[in-house]
């Protein structure tokens, strides 16, 4: 299903009375994407039973125990987002890249020194990063039948006064409080850009000329958008493990989770016929900023078997995530008319701190090595995103049982899988290939993603190491939205947009 949307949406969402945060926030946070070592990203992070990788301990603190050396290493990578979208049949590619470190870490062990029960006591500390924000994508297209203000000016409240919507120096925000009226409108009747005719009720905008049978658009209107995210979760891992008759491996974790997020949206129309306007209409931007910094936290255990010669059982299990969340955002536009001259008003800035209480997630995992040249592992993942919660920093849940209720409707339990493959081509070199499948979480539309992964390794005698990984994502995410609501007939165009990612790693480490 597509899912739609609105500029206008996405801007009065930082409703300056707080309780703006959806399920989508709380689903942002919560959905791993799993990058860490190149090793790992090679093999897909198919490791929940190979272990002995640091970027495997996100998702099996027992992966520690493998270990009979201490190791230290470093990813940095590079993640590129591109998109394409089509509007208006005017069709805009774009690529944002992002430097970044996939993980850093150290492991290292005590022998106990007995023959038999617990031979090693392993600790490990690593970050990992889980998830990238990192998006870019941009339309433009000529529309002389609809338009933004026109938009704001229609779909006003009932019964909404000029007077009622002024802001003041001393109460900016009251309009809002008190209106019901979107900060949009609100910043453009403040603004000059959306004006009273033959009533204090009756609204047009600084688009739209007034005739002897209703409101139009005078000339074609460059339409312009831009949506810009940042950011990331990564994982800061405190981990131990023991070594039980190298056959059995248990392993605890505790997670510390870094969250920032920045998004800036932009919408702007402009004409080259300001003459043709009765305002003398030029241009307007509206933009929209959102900022969001957190810290979560859980708890791991998992364990690995080897019951038999080759073969590798794995299994382990997280609490959910309790993520503390900062969020602050603001609007503001600016634009010109002959009437009013050149103006920029700017929204109060809003700020909300909540909490999200993201879902159990458990994973199981089979592996097989044959002698010292092939590896293999498959992985299978749950975790069941319609559980999840929200609450105020008081962890009161009262302002948010609508979102909870969209959350219990609209989110469901994910199956996501992995596979991996390590193939020895000399004691040296290695090659590696592998597949994730990351589960659809809505019920209303589409948002799976298949990653294929690929990559190599060298090892030397001495200890040090060096591995290449390159992750594509192998599907399109589809997206469908207006850019502002439809209006007295009018349909606002729709902006269809495709995007993906890939990523490349390189990690560096030594063993001693």
């Known amino acids: 299903m597509k899912k739609y949307i609105l500029l206008l949406s996405i801007l009065t969402i930082a409703s300056f009375s707080g309780y703006s945060q959806n399920m989508y926030d709380a689903l942002r946070y919560s959905q791993l994407y799993y990058e860490g070592t190149a090793r790992s990203m090679g093999l897909g992070n198919a490791m929940v039973s190979l272990g002995g990788d640091l970027g495997a301990l996100s998702y ?56 038999s029960g617990l031979k090693n006591i392993n600790f490990a500390i690593t970050a990992n990063q889980t998830n990238s924000f990192n998006f870019l994508t941009t339309a433009s297209g000529r529309d002389a039948q609809s338009s933004y203000l026109g938009s704001l000016a229609a779909n ?54 007034i005739t002897s049978s209703g409101v139009s658009i005078p000339a074609a209107l460059e339409q312009t958008y831009r949506n810009v995210r940042s950011g990331y979760i990564q994982d800061f891992i405190f981990n131990a493990s023991g070594n039980f008759d190298d056959i059995v491996f248990v392993g605890l974790s505790v997670t510390m989770q870094n969250i920032w997020f920045t998004e800036y949206s932009s919408y702007s129309e402009e004409t080259s016929n300001p003459q043709l306007f009765q305002t003398g209409f030029r241009h307007f931007t509206a933009e929209y900023t959102l900022n969001t910094s957190g810290l979560g936290v859980n708890v791991k255990g998992g364990v690995i078997v080897r019951p038999v010669a080759g073969l590798t059982l794995g299994a382990s299990i997280s609490t959910p995530t309790w993520i503390f969340l900062n969020d602050s955002w603001e609007e503001s536009i600016e634009g010109y008319t002959d009437i009013y001259g050149p103006t920029q008003v700017f929204s109060p800035t809003g700020a909300m701190k909540y909490r999200v209480r993201s879902p159990f997630r458990w994973s199981l995992g089979a592996g097989y090595t044959f002698g010292k ?28 049982t609508q ?16 596979f991996g493959l390590e193939y020895n081509i000399l004691p040296e070199f290695a090659i590696r290939a592998g597949y994730n499948y990351y589960d659809n979480s809505t019920t209303e539309y589409e948002n799976a993603r298949h990653y294929a992964t690929a990559g190599i390794g060298y090892r030397d005698k001495g200890g040090f190491f060096i591995d290449l990984a390159y992750i594509q994502q192998c599907n399109k995410n589809n997206d469908s939205y207006t850019l502002y609501d439809s209006y007295e007939g009018n349909a606002a165009p729709v902006l269809d947009e495709r995007y993906y990612n890939w990523k490349l790693a390189l990690t560096l480490g030594v063993r001693f």
């Open 403 to 418: 979102e909870n209720q969209d959350i219990s409707r609209y989110l469901k339990a994910t199956n996501n899988f992995r």
């Open 373 to 400: 040249k092939v590896a293999i592992g498959i992985d299978y993942e749950r975790a069941d995103y319609s559980s999840m919660k929200m609450a105020d920093e008081d962890n009161d849940r009262t302002i948010f």
């Open 60 to 115: 099996n603190p027992a992966a520690s125990g493998v270990y009979r050396y201490s190791e230290f290493a470093i990813t940095p990578a590079i993640i590129v987002n591109s998109s394409n979208t089509d509007y208006l049949g005017n069709n805009s590619t774009s690529n944002k890249s992002r430097f970044s470190i996939a993980n850093v870490g150290w492991v290292g062990g005590i022998e106990t020194g007995y023959r």
């Open 156 to 209: 006003m409240p009932d019964g909404v006064t000029g007077d009622e919507l002024t802001m003041t120096e001393l109460a900016p925000s009251y309009p809002f409080a008190h209106s019901n009226a979107s900060w949009g409108a609100i910043l453009a009747w403040n603004a000059g850009l959306i004006d009273t005719v033959g009533g204090p009720s009756s609204f047009y905008g600084a688009t739209e000329n």
